[in-house]
């Protein structure tokens, strides 16, 4: 194999690696906010959300309103922040 060769694949290598980096931290973070809910909020928006299939039409008026409650706990602008911040590889602080 020649030198270019072994260099892109070890350089596939990493990059597959940095997804499954990234994509950890990711749920990491969502885990962290999801943690943040009482066990009953947490039974409750998995029901909605499976009722739902994706669909808000799918869920009363009453259900679409209590499901924008429960996601409010999770702090939503935080995680995306957090999500955000996880997926860009190389950053910096500060």
Do not use: Y
Not at 23 to 51: G, I, M, N, S, Y
């Amino acid at each position: 194999m020649s030198v270019l060769g072994l260099a892109a694949r070890t350089g596939l290598r990493w990059t597959i690696w940095a997804r499954v980096l990234i994509l950890a931290e990711v749920a990491l973070a969502v885990k962290r906010h999801f943690d943040l809910l009482e066990p009953a909020d947490r039974t409750e928006l998995q029901r909605l959300v499976r009722k739902s299939k994706g669909r808000p039409s799918n869920l009363t008026a009453r259900e679409r309103r209590r499901l924008a409650e429960i996601v409010g706990k999770l702090e939503p602008t935080d995680l995306a922040k957090e999500a955000a911040f996880a997926a860009t590889p190389w950053r910096r602080k500060g």
